[in-house]
Structures are given as structure tokens and as C-alpha cells.
């Protein structure tokens, strides 16, 4: 299939609707806060921004290059954040789904949070620098499975007529189809290879709105349950840990995946892990809030076929 | 000493170097990423790609043994790696803002403690540096100071010509000896003119007036500006060419275990997270500004120059767009 652009014309639209809406929400005193995304130094790019008052209202932007998940910044493990009023913060349909996971997780309150909704017809891929234009070929993997274009349940959400886009090839569903083909030595000589490559930097933890844990279990050291050096034990300890406690937890916003800075396809684990959640318990990450996770609730429906 | 180097006669050295059992280390895929690596053939060589990490693993590995032990009633046996057994290296097609780190870390690894480590590996490594034909953006080793075409760290500096090949300049007796005992392969420059030069889009910055800055504001309300959407993980220190810091653990059991250095990161949490249960840095502006202090201010105290060599890697893999080349630019225009 050629490349073919994607119409991110609406991106003016929003980023003009969102300075609006947020200066208003400071004039009139509903919110102490706005995470959202302003303009970097690079041509094109984009970074996370807090802002606190009306004035700074119009750095705000939404553009194909505002990449994050913002709600990793509402978690408890970022204490920088001043968390004393109602914060805003700018949410992709695929951000907000975490957010809605960590109400569910009674992490964050919706009545703390003024919810502002991103029409989004896609970000750029990690590997493409930040003026490119997006494309079916530079839009990013989540992307090309995405069924949250329009966020649900915001506050507020600027009103947009989608134009319409290119068909996009799933890329997950591909890659996981392939590895499941693969023998099980297969399959543990290509993730032997990836893990190999880990540095253990952490980014893919400390992107992750579900890595909440004040200390994480691999930076303790009373006992050491995982080897903190990247070699192949600790590595692959480390990726198995975060694949399971993310199970039934992740809402797929990849970010994981985007910040590593080895090219390691973390995000095939967590699509790996949807998919059994789905088979096993039908659970899927979305909109509404539940407090009762598929891997936290016993019911006696669950599938016992493994108790053998 | 000036001279003309085919590419096909840099790969015969490679190949003839890799036959004689030195270690050649140099760009190349590795499961889907460039890195600097050795090679097992001047075939894989790829100078056309930035390494996604520097070349500081060659002497700084991400992670080594530097000891084991065992355990047999109430023996214990201890036994040291032996620096010795440290291949001969030569690592070809180091980016300029990469070998001008070289030195920058030799500073510190030989300062008040002599790492044998770092040190035998070092004495055991030929550098050939390349000039920089193509940047990107996020490139700005003209902002602290050197250039496409910075010579230091490196033993033999290759210049890229038009019409092909390199030309091959001498900095060190150990980039004279590898000349010298390869001689057939290098010739006299034919007087070609080198390929057109990367050109950074970046001012150079006043590094002066950031350290006199950074002097005075330990406290500072920059600090909370800058860092608040830093979130604390350690691609900026992994990816650097300069960061050197390094956790020291003994891993195993209590029977038999290694006691490894890897690399670490002021940026964790857990970086300066004492035994007591008390953090100095106990937030990310705090961490952050131990970073650019470090880089520009306590490093250059002690050794009188920068912990930056402009490679951009950091800009370019932040996870949250952190973009270092902004911040001392910013800080050089503060009063």
C-alpha cells in the first residue's frame, strides 16, 4: 500500500480551542492547573508543559507531535505536580483510557479532574522526527488500531467534523499473529534478543501512568527480587514483571514502547496481554470507570481450564 | 601527519586488524538499532549511522564484572578480573562530539582514584575519529564549543573527501604506530577537496557566562520550570557520551556471586535514596539540576571544562522532550 498523508488540519482548530477554553477556565477560578502540550525548540516538536494561570494559556498546542500520555504527571509517584485544586489536562482518547484506569484503581478522582478531550486523527511514530508530516507510514502503531479517536466523558471537547483519513493497517495484530506462529524456542530467541538489549534506564516504567508503585519491587533491595544490572537475568525479570502487573491494567497507550531508547517492542507484550484479557475475561481497556479489574475480581464464570 | 585513505583500504585494515585478533569496534545494526560494536567484518560497519548509545562503552561497558566470589564452609575465595586479559582495540568511525568525551572521562577515571578498568582498556584503544558529514536538529556540539570536524579524544581523525575515500590525520604516537605498521594501505593526499561538513543550526553558547550563572542559583525557581516534566528515568545519562556514574552490586547467591558495575543515573529516584530512609533529592527539579550542575558547573570546577560535547542524544531520546541545548541557552542570556 503507497503512503498517504493524514489531514491533521483540525489540529489548528483544537490548539485554538484549547488556549481558549483554558484561559477561561483560569479567569473564572475552576481550575488551579492545566497539563497539557507546548511547542519545543526543535522544528515540529512538542513537550509536556504545566500551566497555572490565563497568561500562559496560549502556549498550549496540539499537533501530531504531542506524542505523551499527560497522565502519567496525575499519578502519585510524580510529587512535583501541586495537587491542591481541580487540574486540567489535555487527554487523547488513548490517554484518557489510562486515566479512567486509574479511577478505577481509585488513584484519581474525576471530580478533581477537568477533562480536556483531543479529537485526534493520530500522533507521530518515536522513529520520525518531530517536523514530519504524518503519513500511514509515520503515524504511530497505536495509532493504526485506535478506536478512541474521540474521547468519551470529557468536560470539554472542541466540536470538530472528522476529515475523513486513510484506511490503516494494524501493525500489532500482525506482529503478534507472527510470534505466536513461532515455536516456543523461537519465540524466546527473538525476546532473549530484545531484552539483551535493555539498559535498564526505566523509562518505560517512569512513562507509565499504571507504574504507580512509590518504590518499585525492582528498586528494592531487602530483599533484591530482580538484578538491577542489564544482563539477561535481570532484563528479562524486569520486562516479565512489568508485562504481568501491567495485565488487565494497560489502555494501550504505548508510551512504553515510544520512550525506549533500544527500539525494545514493549508494546507487543502489552497488545499480547489484551488480547488474552479479552479471550479470557472479554475485558478491554475504554472509557468507563471500573473498579473492579478483570485480574482482581473472582467470578466464578473465569476460565479454570488452567487448573489442571 | 596528513594522509590519503581508500574506503576499500580502510576496510582491508579493519578486516587485517579483526584477522590479527584486535578488537574493532564500530557503528553497526544490532537488532535493530546502530550501536558501536565490535565487528566481525568491515562489512558491518554502517558510519553512516549515529550509534544510539556513545562510543564511552568501549573503555565504560554498560554493565561488567569487576570480581567474583565463593563460598565453602567458612572459605571464601575472592578473584579479581584481571584488566590484563582486556582486548587490544581499535574503535573506527567515532562521531567528533563522541571521541572529544573520551578525554572528558579520562579526567574523572584517573583523578583520585586510578579505575583499571576504564584506564587498561583506554591504553589499549586506538581511536579513529570521522568528521561529521550530516546532523539533524537536535545536533549542537557548535554551541559548547567544538565541531563536526573536533579532532580531540581521537588517535587518527578520518575527513571524508569528494570523490571518495578519507583523509587520515595523525593526533597521537598510537595513531602514528597503526599508520606505520599498515603503511601499504594509506597513500599521500591527492589534493581532493573534503565532502561539504555537517552544519549544526546552533549558536555557540556562552558556557562562561552558564557556569557564572549556575554559581550563584542552587536555588532557583528554573529548576521546578524545567524539570517538572522530567520523569525520572535514565535514557538522558544512559545515552550520553559524558555521564560516568556507575552503581557497584554483588549478584548471586551466598554460595557464589559476581560483583558487577553498571551504569547509573542522577536522574532515578533512587540515586541518592540513603539507607536511613532520607533523600536529599527528594524531587525531580532536584535531580534535574544535579545534571546540568554537574555538566556545566562542578565538572568544569574540578577539571575546568564542560560534561557536554553537544551530541545531542539526550534531545533527542528525552521521553518528555527535555531539550538541554535550550536550557544552557536560556541560562547564558540570564543576567
Redesign the interface.
Known sequence: MSTQPIDTSIYTTITAAIRTEASRLFTAGEIVAIVGYAA????G??????ITDAAAAETLVFTESCV?NLA??LTKA????PKNGKIGIIVKGCDLKALVGLMGESQLKREDLYLIGIPCAGVLASTA?P?TELTTETIASKCCECDAHLPLGCDFVPSIAFPPGPQLESRYSAEIARLEALTPAERWAYWK??F??C?????C???CPFCFCEQCLC?RNKP?MV?????P??NTAWHIVRAMHLAGRCAGCA?CE??C???IPLNLLNRKMAKELKELFDYEAGFEVNDTGPLTMFTEKDDQSFIK | MQKYISEQNLNTLIDTLIAAGTRVVAPRM????PLYEPLDSSAEMATDLLP??SAKEAFFP??EEIMSYEKEGQQIKLTDVDPARFPETVLVGVRPCDAAAIPVLDAVFSWDYKDEFFLERRRKTTVIGLACTTS???CFCTAVGLSPVESRGSDLFLTPLEGGGYACETWSEKGEALITSNSALFSDLNGAAPMPLAAPQVDKIELNKVKAWLDEHFEDPLW?GI???C?????C???CPACHCF?I?D?GTEKAGKR?K??D?CG???FTHHASGHNPR????KRYRNRIMHKFKYYDDKFGQTLCTGCGRC?R?C?????I??IIEDISRKD
Open positions: 519545543a525548540r526543535r522544528k516538536a512538542a513537550q509536556p508543559i504545566i505523551n502519567v504527571y510524580k510529587k512535583e505536580i522526527q517536523a534478543e530484545q539483551a538489549k539498559i535498564k534506564c526505566y523509562a516504567r517512569q512513562v528498586d533484591q538484578d538491577t544490572t542489564p544482563r537475568a535481570g508510551e515510544r520512550v531508547p533500544m527500539d | 544490532s537488532a535493530g538499532i544510539r548509545r554498560v554493565c539533524d536538529d537536535a521546578d524539570a517538572v516534566r520523569v525520572g528515568c535514565g535514557a545519562a544512559f545515552v552503581d552490586v549478584e558487577r553498571s551504569w543515573a532515578f529516584w533512587k527528594d524531587l525531580q527539579p534531545v531520546i521521553p518528555v522532550g527535555i531539550d541545548a535550550q
